[in-house]
């Protein structure tokens, strides 16, 4: 299953258009005024499927995952010098991303491939492209990505 995540042009808070390979949204993020990023996912519905919140006050960036209402795990920024790095600790996920952090692998524990995830470059707006193995993975594949987008976009800020 392909996603094409787009950051909405103009926008107080973070706020995100996700769309399928048609081209059709089938989920909308919506930032929230919070002490840190506060991320929360609809479906084209409107129902709210889940919450990414970022912890304050820790050494390396880390999110709270929230999905149903239900607290899932956390994504956490690994200490590494040249090419980053992240751990999913709800299924034991870990991504790798490129040296220029462009492209990223989120891996399972057994080291296949669960997405891969590709910055688009030459948009107004921040724009990924998602490629999920199992569509059953897209919601926290996005979730991986919205963390990642949110710490970048801190550091570009700090």
């Not at 998602?130 to 919205?146: H, K």
Request: aromatic share 14%; net charge negative.
């Amino acid at each position: 299953m392909k996603l094409m995540f787009k950051q909405r042009f103009f926008s107080w808070f973070d706020s995100y258009d996700i769309y399928d390979e048609n081209g059709a949204t089938i989920y909308t993020v919506c930032g929230r005024p919070a002490w840190g990023h506060k991320l929360e996912i609809y479906d084209n519905n409107d129902n709210h499927l889940a919450t990414l919140r970022e912890q304050v006050l820790t050494f390396l960036p880390r999110f709270d995952i929230q999905i149903g209402g239900q607290t899932a795990g956390t994504i956490t920024k690994d200490f590494t010098f040249f090419k980053p790095s992240f751990s999913v600790d709800c299924n034991g996920w870990h991504v790798e991303g490129s040296f220029l952090e462009w492209d990223y692998r989120i891996l399972s524990q057994t080291g296949s491939v669960v997405a891969r995830i590709e910055k688009q470059l030459f948009h107004f707006t921040d724009t990924y492209l998602i490629d999920v193995t199992d569509g059953q993975d897209s919601l926290l594949a996005l979730m991986v990505v919205l963390a990642i987008d949110a710490i970048k976009c801190s550091q570009n800020k700090g």
